[in-house]
């Protein structure tokens, strides 16, 4: 199990500790798409008008919304990676059976190929007896 990181980051210009077992580049990069967020806010007028409560709710709202957006396209990727795994299992079971195919077909030729064989040398058969009596 990794250690427990703690480190400073600033956030909305405040210093902050992080605490965290995912390490420090991972603890920062929070760091800074919540800055990223609060400055994103910070471009409308009416956000700044507002009391910090409502600020707040504001922010943690977009939060959310990103959030949801990112795992609505995590599950869409999940699913179209299931049916991808479906596909490709459809895709060699089909190969198989062509494959399947392709070696009967292959054994029929060789059959067939000594049935022909089998059959000229009767007919030469035949042809030499037919020669004989004549």
Known sequence: MANKVDIPVVINGKVYTLSGYEGEDYLQNVATYINGKIAECKTSDQYRRMNTEYQGILLALNIADDYFKAKNQADSMVTEDSNKEQQLYDLRHEVIESQIKLESSARMIE??????????RKIIQLEAEKNRNE
């Not at 059959?111 to 000229?120: D, G, P, S, T, V």
């Open 111 to 120: 059959e067939y190929k000594e049935q022909i064989n089998a059959l000229q």
